[in-house]
């Protein structure tokens, strides 16, 4: 199946995981269209590559309900949406307080992207050739626990039990999966002990990079016969 001109959604699009991914379906051909939060350099490199960004603060009410607007009513018609966005928040944040942790994190990773989903129905239907798709983005946590991002695992796992709820009342026209991943890409200030440590939980023992989502995210734009499903990219950290 060609992805030629389609279009496709990536939300937290300007760094690691989400540019990686933007890249990747803009040189297929997509239409690609990213949101960010922060203004850094990138956005006007991915400007000059065709790249369409759009400023959205999942937090911010007024910024949300712009975008959602957006979705519903001006949009082309979209061969995706793909849900990358998220906030690795410790339930231990010195700057925060539980509630607000909580509260933060349900937003981002559960509310924004049902509203989002809703919002964005119409346009799917009528981008899919013929069938369109939702990807979520979610962790590998919501199957182990997680003793310090109870919050984060907590709201990764609503976001993955809206990939079944979706799968059935978007179908037939829509599909909608998910992707699991553990460890992609180790922050910047990762120090050797934890990098090693973190190496040292999964099977395959590697930090694999941000390719390996889109790998998958080409799979299941490509897969006719797949919703409501999970694509655990994890190393073999279950099997550990
Ligand atoms: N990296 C890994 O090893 C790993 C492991 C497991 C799961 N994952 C999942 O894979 C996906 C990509 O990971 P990543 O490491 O590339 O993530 P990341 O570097 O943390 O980037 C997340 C993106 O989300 C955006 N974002 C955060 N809060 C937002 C808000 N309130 N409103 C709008 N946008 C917001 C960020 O924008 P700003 O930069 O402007 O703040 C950023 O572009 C995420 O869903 C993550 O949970 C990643």
Known sequence: ??????????TG?????????ARTLRHLGCEVHITYRSDRPDIDVLRTEGVICHQVDFEEDDSLNRWLDFLRKDA???RALVHNASLWLPDSDPATDYQTTIRRMNRIHCEAPYLMNMAAAERLRLGGSPLSDIVHITDYVIEKGSDNHIAYAASKAALDGMTRSFAKRFAPLIKVNSIAPSLLMFQEDDDLEYRRKTLAKSALGVEPGPQVIADALI????????????IALDGGRNIR
């Open 1 to 10: 199946m060609s992805l030629e001109k389609s279009v496709v959604v990536i």
């Open 13 to 21: 699009g300007s760094r690691r995981v989400g540019l990686h991914c």
């Open 76 to 78: 082309p018609p979209m």
């Open 219 to 230: 799979y299941l734009l490509n897969n006719r016969y797949m919703t409501g499903r999970v």
